[in-house]
């Protein structure tokens, strides 16, 4: 499984980014889709989360009302981060990863629950 995330760059307070993700290498008909970030000194934050079916999405406390996950139908591979009313406190490293495991709300925020990691794009939110 190889998963490939994109879309990073540098935005200022107020603006939007989007970041996606292309999982290859098996079939996704399982499981779920997870954005974590990290930023410098912290540690690593549970963002946004969506089933492969996509009928459960769930969404960190800090970025609720604010990022829209999403993923355009169930032969689509590629799950999208829409981040708007980006702020400074958003400025990290933004990974996904999957899990073969329908997680549920309890669960979708633990690392260790997903099995692959993609390889981080960064965001930088500055004036």
């Known amino acids: 499984v190889q998963l490939q995330a994109s879309g990073g760059g540098s935005v200022q307070p107020g603006g939007s980014l989007r970041v996606s993700c292309a999982a290859s290498g098996r079939t996704f008909s399982s499981g779920v889709m997870g954005w974590f970030r990290q930023a410098p000194g912290k540690e690593r934050e549970f963002v946004a989360s969506?089933?492969?079916?996509?009928?459960?999405?769930?969404y960190g406390n800090s970025v609720k009302g604010r990022f829209t996950i999403s993923k355009d139908n169930n032969a689509d591979n590629t799950v999208r981060l829409q981040m708007n009313s980006l702020e400074p406190a958003d400025t990290a490293v933004y990974y996904c990863a999957t899990s073969s495991l329908n997680l549920i709300a309890s669960e979708v925020a633990r690392g260790s629950n997903y099995d692959y990691w993609g390889q981080g794009t960064l965001v930088t939110v500055s004036s």
């Open positions: 969506i089933s492969w079916r996509g009928r459960r999405i769930f």
